[in-house]
C-alpha cells in the first residue's frame, strides 16, 4: 500500500447536517473515512440521506456537530477551497432547450473554481476540457446546446464538467439513471479508471448491475443513520444492501 | 458628449440619457432573465421608486434616496427568505407590495399637504429634465457595468448557467451575486428619473427577451442585448423629443412592438422541414 492510498481524503466523525429551516437533522452521527483509489456505494431507501451526505462533504449544508475534512481542510470553513478540487455531479438538472450555453462552455466551467478570480483560461484549461469531453466521447457535441440534448447526453457532459476539473474526489448522486444499457457501462468503466488513478469515487446508486467489476465498499445508510459499512463484489452489492433489515 | 453630432441641446441630453441607460439596463437584463431573478428587478425598481418619492418628501436628492432604498432592499431580500422561511418569490411579493405603498403614501402625504408635487415625473420619468452630473452618472454606471462583467465573467457566466453547479465547481457565489444586485439596484434608481419607477422594468427584462429570440449563446446576448436597446432608445427619444410624445412610455411601447416583432421572427420558432 503507498502512502497516498493509506491517507484518508474524506473524514467524517459524528456529523450532524441540517437543511435550512428543517426542524430535525437530516444525518445523524455519521463517521467514516474513505481513502485514496475506494470505489465507494451508498445505497438505502429514499429520503435516508445519501444526497445530504453528499451536499455535506462538499461543505453545502452547515453542520450541526461532527467534523467534515476533507484533503485535509475543515468543511464548511474551507467549503469554496475544498469544492475547487472536489467533483460533485448532481442528480437533478433540467435544462431548458434554449439554454444558451454550448456544450464545451459547460464542461469548461468545471475549471473555473480552480482558475480563480481575475484570470482568463489558460491554454492548459481549454486542453483539460477537451480530454473530459473526448473520455466521455461527447467531442462531436461540443458546439450543441446543452439544453437539445437528451437526459443521458446531459448526463455526460455533467460527468465531463466535473472530470475537467480534476478532481482528487469524485462524488456523483444517480450517475446512470438517465443512461442507457451501454452508455452505463461506457461510464462505469471511465469511472473504475478515475479510481485506479488514485481518485476516490463515491456514488450514490440504485443501478448496481452498472458497477464495475472490482472491490466494492458500501455504506448504507438508513433514516440519516449509517447502519451498514461493508465490502462486496459488484454483483453482490445489491443483495448486501437488501441484507440490511429496514429499521422500523 | 454628443453635441457636435446632436446640435438641440434638449435632445441631445435625451439621446445622451437613453444611450447610456438602455446599454447598462440590458446588460443586466441578459443576467436578471438567465438567473430567472425577473422579481427581483420588478421589486428594487419599485424600491427605487419609493425612495425617490421619500427623498422628494424629506428634501433629500432623489437619486441618493432611490439609491439607497434598492440597495437597502437588495440586502435584505436574501435573509429575509431565510428568516421568513419562505419561498423567495413570496418575500419578494410582500417586498413589492410595501414598496409601492410607501411610494403611494409619500406621492399622497405630499399631494394632501399642498405640497404640490407632481408625482408623474417618478411615475413615468421625464428624460428632458435630467442635469448634466445625471448623464454623467449614468455613463459613469454604465462602464462600471461592462467592466465588472468582463472582469467577472467566467463567474457570472458559471453562475447564470447554474448557481448550485457553479458553487459546486468552487466558485464564491454569494459575493458575485450581491455585486450583481447591487449594480441593479444602482442602475435602477439612476433611471428612475428617465423612464419613472412603473416603467423601469421594460428597461430590465425586454432587451434580453428580444436578443434571446435571435441569441443561441449568453456571449451573443451581451452583445444583441445592449445594441437592440440603445437602438429603440435612441430612437424614442428623437421620436419623442421631435413630437412632442412623452418619451418613457413611448419608447416602452417602442419595446414590446420590438419584442413582438422578435418573437414573430425567431428562429427558435421555426421547425426545420425535414425529408423523412
Known sequence: MTVQESCSLIDLKDVWTTYEGASCPVIKGVSFT??????????????????????????????????????????????????????????????????????????????????????????????????????????????????KLSGGQQQKVLIAH??????????????????????????????CQVCDSGVPVLMVSHAFDSLPDRDIRVLVMQGGHMVLDSHSAAGNVADLIRSVPVAG | MLEFLIPNNVLCHAVEAM??????????????????????????????????????????????????????????????????????????????????????????????????????????????SLYREEIYALALIMLVIILLITLFSKEITAIT?????????????????????????????????????????????????????????IRQMFIAAPIVAACTSVIGAFVGITYSLPVGPLTAVLFSGVFVSAVALSPKRRVKNQTY
Open chain 1, 34 to 147: 474513505i481513502k485514496a483509489g475506494e470505489f465507494v456505494v451508498i445505497g438505502g431507501p429514499n429520503g435516508a440521506g445519501k444526497t445530504t451526505l453528499l451536499e455535506a462533504i462538499t461543505g453545502l449544508l452547515p453542520l450541526v456537530r461532527g467534523t467534515v475534512t476533507v484533503c485535509g481542510k475543515g468543511v464548511p470553513h474551507e467549503g469554496t477551497t475544498v469544492r475547487c478540487n472536489v467533483g460533485y455531479v448532481i442528480q437533478n438538472f433540467d435544462f431548458h432547450p434554449f439554454t444558451p450555453y454550448t456544450v464545451e462552455e459547460v464542461v469548461r466551467m468545471g475549471r473555473y473554481g480552480r482558475i480563480g478570480w481575475f484570470k482568463r483560461e489558460s491554454k492548459e484549461d481549454f486542453e483539460v476540457a477537451q480530454d473530459a469531453m473526448r473520455k466521455l466521447g461527447i467531442e462531436h457535441l461540443k458546439d450543441e446546446l446543452i439544453g
Open chain 1, 162 to 191: 466535473n472530470l475537467a476539473k480534476k478532481p482528487s474526489i469524485l462524488l456523483l448522486d444517480e450517475p446512470f439513471s438517465n443512461l442507457d444499457l451501454i452508455t452505463r457501462d461506457e461510464v462505469s468503466s471511465l469511472l
Open chain 2, 19 to 128: 444611450f447610456f441607460a438602455s446599454i447598462g439596463c440590458a446588460i443586466l437584463s441578459v443576467l436578471i432573465t438567465q438567473m430567472n431573478i425577473a422579481s427581483i428587478g420588478f421589486t428594487m425598481s419599485h424600491a427605487a421608486f419609493a425612495g425617490g418619492a421619500a427623498g422628494v418628501f424629506f428634501g433629500l436628492p432623489m437619486m441618493i434616496s432611490a439609491t439607497a432604498l434598492s440597495v437597502l432592499t437588495a440586502l435584505v431580500m436574501g435573509p429575509l427568505s431565510y428568516r421568513t422561511r419562505m419561498h423567495t418569490d413570496t418575500t419578494l411579493g410582500v417586498l413589492f407590495g410595501t414598496m409601492m405603498a410607501l411610494a403611494i403614501f409619500f406621492i399622497a402625504l405630499m399631494q394632501s399637504t399642498g405640497r404640490g408635487f407632481d408625482a408623474s415625473a417618478l411615475l413615468y420619468g421625464n428624460v428632458v
Open chain 2, 161 to 217: 448557467f447554474h448557481r448550485k453547479m457553479a458553487e459546486i465547481s468552487g466558485i464564491r457565489v454569494q459575493p458575485v451575486y450581491y455585486l450583481l444586485l447591487l449594480l441593479i439596484a444602482i442602475m435602477v434608481a439612476l433611471c428612475l428619473p428617465i423612464v419613472g419607477g412603473l416603467l423601469l422594468y421594460v428597461w430590465l427584462v425586454t432587451p434580453a427577451a428580444i436578443a434571446y429570440q435571435f441569441c443561441a449563446t
